[in-house]
């Protein structure tokens, strides 16, 4: 491999984490205008031209503000975590199967549920080194979740890659040129999306941050930067859900507008469900998990096996 491809791999991975970097900004934008006029309001509009500079004004308010820390938390632990987190959002992004320069994984699937078994660490740390009660409650509440889910998300998963029989990202377009996966596994593809609402802790399952009961939860001590970069992963982390949700379910990844067209559209989804939907009861999410979606995912697991070896 020669020099100048490694400048360029690294070229093509800074410019793809920028671009990650504006999306997630006006990500934010978005959802504050969708749930504006869900709710009969404006949503942010004074900023720059109907609000379009809102995000990069947040940004400055966040970094520019005075960063604080529990006196008696656990500081390094503490002060890395969001880092982490962060780091480990923006690292799933390397598995967008581009068709050129970037890194291609022959095993880009086995890598994204790595990384996100990773996340579960970071929201565990932040909500322990805080050594708050509140904190450590909705750590807690966050990780039993989070693991719950990704119980189920990988077994929906197994399903995809059992009818590709690949881990590369790339195969999910050549397999999906005649119909898309989403006709072929529907009660599968929305179990996938209510999985991934609760693995991003997003409305109705945003129990990490149940605002009402527990003080906005595992990050309740965090300010200012650190704030701002566990808000960045988990807008980060829908993004890349919805990337998934395309890959998988829409077609694979092309390069049109369509393409972004469909990503734009499930990004959408997740904000429409948070304007629409009131917030589960923490048991019901927990018995949803063990008693509805992996019974499902199980049987059709074998279904697609079966089918896989028959034909």
Excluded: H
């Excluded at 400048?7 to 671009?19: H, N, P, Q, R, S």
């Excluded at 880092?83 to 967008?96: A, C, E, N, R």
């Excluded at 009402?212 to 990050?219: A, D, Q």
């Excluded at 997740?270 to 009131?278: A, D, K, M």
């Amino acid at each position: 491999m020669m020099f100048i491809d490694v400048v360029l791999i690294f070229l093509g991975c800074l410019i793809l984490i920028l671009g990650v970097l504006i999306g997630v900004a006006f990500l934010t934008l978005l959802e504050r205008k969708v749930l504006g006029y869900i709710q009969i309001r404006k949503g942010p509009n004074k900023v720059g031209f109907m609000g379009i500079l809102q995000p990069f004004s947040d940004a400055v308010k966040l970094f520019t503000k005075e960063q604080t820390y529990p006196i008696f938390s656990n500081y390094l632990c503490y002060y890395f975590s969001p880092v982490f987190s962060f780091l480990m959002s923006l690292m799933i992004w390397f598995l967008m199967p581009y068709y050129f320069n970037l890194i291609s994984f022959n095993l880009g699937l086995m890598f994204f549920l790595c990384c996100t078994s990773m996340g579960v660490y970071m929201v565990m740390v932040a909500g322990w080194s805080s050594n708050s009660n509140y904190a450590l409650l909705g750590g807690l509440r966050a990780l039993a979740q989070t693991i719950s889910y990704e119980v189920s998300l990988a077994l929906i998963l197994m399903s995809s890659i059992i009818l590709i029989m690949d881990f590369n990202m790339m195969y999910f377009n050549i397999y999906q040129n005649l119909i898309w996966f989403l006709f072929l596994m529907m009660p599968l593809s929305m179990c996938w999306f209510s999985s991934s609402l609760a693995e991003t802790n997003r409305t109705p399952f945003d129990f990490a941050e149940g605002e009402s009961e527990l003080v906005s939860g595992f990050n309740i001590e965090y300010s200012s930067g650190g704030f701002a970069l566990i808000f960045l992963a988990e807008y980060s982390s829908i993004l890349f859900m919805s990337l998934l949700f395309v890959l998988l379910y829409m077609g694979g990844y092309s390069l049109d507008f369509f393409f972004y067209i469909k990503l734009s559209f499930i990004s959408f989804l997740f904000i429409w469900v948070r304007g629409t939907l009131p917030r589960y009861r923490y048991d019901k999410l927990m018995y949803l998990a063990w008693k509805v979606y992996l019974p499902i995912s199980l049987n059709f697991l074998m279904f697609y096996l079966g089918l896989k070896i028959f034909f």
